[in-house]
């Protein structure tokens, strides 16, 4: 077998295991590099899978054990040489994150190649399975260097010339939610083009090249976006969550942090959680969690001046980059799967309150909002592409911006001003000018801000007020006020539109109220003083920080199921009740005490071989008490079409070094 040698800087650490993944695609240029049956037949040629491909990766680890994550891989394939060459990208239980690919096969050999990721250590992976008919594969994978091994599964998202579909946000919502689709080739695109699952979308508020928004529809299910043009169907690397809700729960479950905290931000996957924080050695920090584990996996400290607090917080809707400032004039660009600084920008920021919402992604990916949280300081509108200021929002002296929201269509940016000696406003400005179109009164030092996923209804907190108030923003006046307790902070509103919930330091407890009644749905007591409050993409949790305790909270009722999938074979594992859609979607939640049928369907010449997994999952039927990780194995059992027979029994007579398992 060949391996294509690659030369880079910097060692292969065995601490930093958890990267594993093989891409689909790969391999599957090679098969046709075998001779025909004997008869002198010309050798097919291989097939051309330049384009897209996304799907999900399991495996196990000799420290970490079962591993899973998504990848995405943009594929150029030459069909003469019999390579093929990409960019790779990939979430979920990795370190480096970002990785090239290079595959190569010679006549009578199993088509194999290398995924490189510096200074991680390289995989090798091998095909296994290929049905071209419904753009599908799945392979095995190993890692030499550390004894990982375990299998990937994909679908061709994206085809040459045809549209793409990078990702969307948010991830899920109900019916009325705005949802922001960013791609390539998505000009002309009407409400019947594009599909959540198969239900046409309720309407396209904007088109154009690179975005698509548009209003979730009635009746709308899990599943994946699809977006129709005149040169073919994109479909989206992730599907969306048409479940999702709000978190319900009595209490607030301990996550050890070791530092104090401020803001709070939830990764689009739902599977990271980054917290501002406070340490005592090296000041300003922020730290990333592990959903599943609650356990904390890196801490990276940020530049700010002497005794500046811990920063705001925003991540991109791509999940990939997560932004920090506080106590400078600068921002600080973490990796938003490793934690580690990838660059910064030039903005003012000030020293934003624990817990505000002081910067801000637009929802296509391409603009930061960045609240100058000082005397007499703006808003900054900076260009993530190019690293610039493109447009600002002047200050006014006596007042302080300390929290900054887009609208869901992002034709709009909030703004919450405060003052220490009157009322504070939110002003609200177009992205592309610095000239406020409204100003808005609301209650005393207003501090966070949240709006609707609809765009329709916009929260403030006041430090100063212990109350939310409640602003129609068609309208552009207060609507109406939530009692909450004293010295509310932090702000969120859960993706299904219908609870909000606020953090108040001051009678240590969160307020979670109904959006379309502003009454108080239930108090919680808190072990701390409350400082920031966000909930994930599903709206089954929500993340609680502490601003005087090294704990931070989880709200929720909830318990996690993963699936990973394994074998030779290509398949889709989903659950009863709905959740799971294993393909894009393999972690969901469901109620404590749930019980869950996972349904495994075969296709493309292969066959269900069992569960594996977690004790609780040997017969597909789980009942969720805690966490739990389940693997469902599906074997190749058809014969291959013409030019894989020796690309299998190659492959057959090499199989233990192939699965690693």
């Not at 977690?614 to 291959?640: K, Q």
Request: proline content about 9%.
């Amino acid at each position: 077998m060949k391996r294509i040698s690659k030369v880079y800087d910097g060692s292969s650490p065995a601490g930093l295991p958890r990267g594993h993944l093989l891409i689909t695609l790969l391999a599957c240029l090679g098969l046709a590099a075998c001779g025909g049956s004997g008869g002198g037949e010309a050798e097919p040629p291989p097939p051309d899978l330049t384009g897209v491909w996304a799907g999900t990766w399991r495996g196990t680890d000799p420290i970490f054990g079962t591993v899973t994550g998504n990848w995405e891989a943009e594929v150029t394939a030459d069909r003469e040489a019999a390579t093929v060459t990409g960019a790779v990208v990939l979430d979920g239980d990795v370190d480096c994150a970002d990785a090239s690919l290079e595959g190569l096969a010679g006549a009578g050999e199993v088509p194999t190649g290398w995924l490189y990721r510096p200074p991680c250590p390289d995989n090798e992976w091998v095909l296994t399975a290929l049905d071209l008919a419904t753009r599908s594969a799945s392979g095995a994978w190993t890692k030499p260097e550390t004894g990982g091994a375990g299998s990937f599964t994909g679908t061709q998202v994206a085809t040459p010339g045809g549209p793409r579909i990078r990702f969307f946000s948010p991830r899920g919502g109900a019916p009325g939610t705005v949802v922001t689709i960013v791609g390539t080739g998505l000009e002309g695109i009407g409400a019947a083009d594009l599909l959540f699952d198969a239900t046409p979308a309720a309407a396209v508020l904007q088109a154009d090249s690179h975005r698509v928004v548009a209003v979730v529809p009635s009746g709308a299910s899990d599943g994946h976006l699809f977006a129709s043009t005149a040169h073919g169907v994109a479909i989206s690397p992730r599907s969306f969550d048409a479940r999702a809700g709000h978190p319900t729960g009595a209490s607030l479950l301990p996550i050890p942090v070791d530092a104090l905290q401020g803001a709070v931000v939830v990764s689009p996957d739902g599977r990271r959680v980054f917290i501002a924080a406070l340490t005592p050695n090296d000041g300003p920090a922020v730290f990333m969690l592990d959903a599943a584990t609650r356990q904390i996996l890196s801490s990276t400290a940020v530049p700010a001046t002497p005794g500046a607090g811990p920063p705001a917080l925003a991540i991109s809707p791509d999940g990939r980059r997560v932004y920090a400032c506080g106590g400078g004039d600068g921002v600080t660009i973490l990796h938003g799967v490793s934690n580690v600084l990838v660059g910064n920008l030039s903005a003012p920021c000030g020293d934003p309150p624990r817990g505000s919402r002081g910067l801000a992604v637009s929802p296509d990916g391409r603009l930061l909002y960045v609240a100058d949280a000082r005397d007499g300081g703006g808003v900054s509108v900076v260009d993530l592409r190019g690293g610039h200021i493109t447009a600002s929002l002047p200050g006014t002296a006596g007042f302080v911006p300390l929290a900054v929201a887009p609208s869901p269509d992002g034709l709009l940016v909030y703004a919450a001003f405060s003052s220490l000696t009157e009322p504070g406003e939110v002003r609200v400005f177009e992205p592309s000018g610095g000239v406020p179109l409204a100003r808005i009164p609301v209650g005393y030092r207003p501090l966070d801000i949240a709006l609707t996923p609809d765009g329709q209804r916009l929260f403030v907190s006041h430090e100063l007020g212990a109350s939310v108030t409640v602003v129609s923003t068609p309208l552009r006046e207060v609507s109406g006020s939530i009692p909450t307790g004293s010295l509310p902070r932090g702000l969120a509103v859960s993706p299904d539109g219908r609870r909000v919930f606020a953090a108040n330091e001051g009678s240590k407890t969160v307020t979670v109220a109904d959006t379309a009644t502003n009454e108080v749905s239930w108090t919680i007591e808190a072990p701390a003083s409350p400082a920031g409050v966000a909930v994930s993409p599903d709206g089954r949790r929500a993340y609680v920080t502490y601003s005087d305790a090294d704990v931070a909270g989880e709200l929720t009722a909830h318990r996690l199921l993963n699936l990973a999938k394994g074998g030779t074979g290509i398949g889709v594992v989903t659950s009863q009740p709905a959740g799971l859609e294993c393909g894009a979607k393999c972690q969901a939640s469901f109620a404590e005490g749930t019980v869950v049928r996972l349904v495994a369907s075969p296709y493309g010449g292969s066959a269900f071989a069992g569960w594996g997994g977690d004790p609780d999952c040997r017969d597909g039927l789980v009942t969720l008490h805690g966490n739990l990780t389940c693997m469902a194995t599906f074997d190749r059992t058809s014969a291959p079409p013409p030019g894989q027979e020796c690309f299998l029994s190659a492959l057959l007579a090499r199989s233990g070094a192939a699965s690693g398992l």
